[in-house]
Nanobody, 121 residues
Framework: QVQLVESGGGLVQPGGSLRLSCAAS????????MGWYRQAPGKQRELVAS???????NYVNSVKGRFTILRDNTKNTVTLQMNSLRPEDTAVYYC???????????????WGQGTQVTVSA
C-alpha cells in the first residue's frame, strides 16, 4: 500500500516563507509526475506547481518567481519552497504523485492528506 505524507504547513505573516514536504512510502516501483495543488475555501482545487521525472517544472502564474518545486527521486519526496507569501496563498495544500506500485502495471494518482497554509498578519 502506498501512502503520501505531508508536512510543513502553518501560519505565516505576509512576506514570510514556508516549506512543504511530501514523502511517498510503500510498495513503490516508479514515480512519474509530482505536484502540489491547493484549494481555498469556496474555490476549486488548482495546480500550483508540478515537476516531471526528468525535472521539468511548471508553475501557475500567480506563484512564478516565489515558489520552487523540487524532487528527490532517491527518497521519493517532493518539496515546495514558498517565499514572499501573500494572503491569497492561504489554502489547503495537497501533494500529488503519479505513481506505479510494484503490484500493478499502470500508474495511479495518489494524494497527500492536505496541509493548511495560512498567510495573515
Amino acid at each position: 500500500q502506498v501512502q503520501l505524507v505531508e508536512s510543513g504547513g502553518g501560519l505565516v505573516q505576509p512576506g514570510g516563507s514556508l516549506r512543504l514536504s511530501c514523502a511517498a512510502s510503500g510498495n513503490i516501483f516508479t514515480i512519474n509526475d509530482m505536484g502540489w495543488y491547493r484549494q481555498a475555501p469556496g474555490k476549486q482545487r488548482e495546480l500550483v506547481a508540478s515537476i516531471t521525472s526528468g525535472g521539468n517544472t511548471n508553475y501557475v502564474n500567480s506563484v512564478k518567481g516565489r515558489f520552487t518545486i523540487l524532487r528527490d527521486n532517491t527518497k521519493n519526496t517532493v518539496t515546495l519552497q514558498m517565499n514572499s507569501l501573500r494572503p491569497e496563498d492561504t489554502a489547503v495544500y495537497y501533494c500529488h504523485m503519479s505513481l506505479r506500485s510494484r503490484d500493478l502495471s499502470y500508474y495511479n494518482a495518489y494524494w497527500g492528506q492536505g496541509t493548511q497554509v495560512t498567510v495573515s498578519a
